[in-house]
């Protein structure tokens, strides 16, 4: 009985315990195996509205709001990240009022692939701009996006760019 105690504590302490790579991170879902650092004191909305796994808010002093947001990862089917940023590009230019384009390319987000595509619409007399980043693992689309009055863009972008580099994805989706 001693000798299987022992084994038993062993193994406690040689495994069953580890942390896994999402306990570090500020934010996660077991469900999607992702995990990212969003900036400290923004409203995080989990409520699925629109589609939305996650939303990240900060309500600023003009009553305006800038947004972070990832949708829930859709498989590419065999697709690529490019033709999937070519056809985003196109709905916002059939759906968007004055949707305009600025810069599309394809970059790095935690070692991972990804396609970076900054544009600019009318919303309601504001020009807002957005920044969307989709980033690929294992064949899965991550898209993440960014929203601000073009105004506050430059000021808030780099905390976009910053939750980004700590994404952390452990595994497929699991429905």
Partial sequence: MKKLFSILSCLLLLGCGKDSPLDESGWTNDQYGIGLDPPQGWAVDESGTLGLLVQFTKALDDGSTVAINLMGPAELGGGSLMEAA?????????????????????????????????????????????????????????????????A????????FDKLLQSLIITGAPSP
């Avoid at 009022?97 to 394809?106: G, P, R």
């Avoid at 007399?125 to 929203?147: C, D, H, I, W």
């Avoid at 506050?152 to 905390?159: E, G, I, L, S």
């Fill in 86 to 150: 070519k056809q985003s590009v196109q709905i916002g230019k059939t759906l968007l009022n004055n949707y305009t384009l600025i810069s599309q390319q394809s970059t790095t987000v935690s070692s991972m692939s990804a396609w970076q595509i900054t544009s600019s619409i009318d919303a309601g007399g504001s020009l807002v701009k957005q920044r969307s980043v989709m980033v690929e693992n294992n064949g899965v689309m991550y898209p993440f996006t960014f929203a601000a009055k073009s």
């Fill in 152 to 159: 506050h863009f430059d000021k808030y972008v780099p905390m």
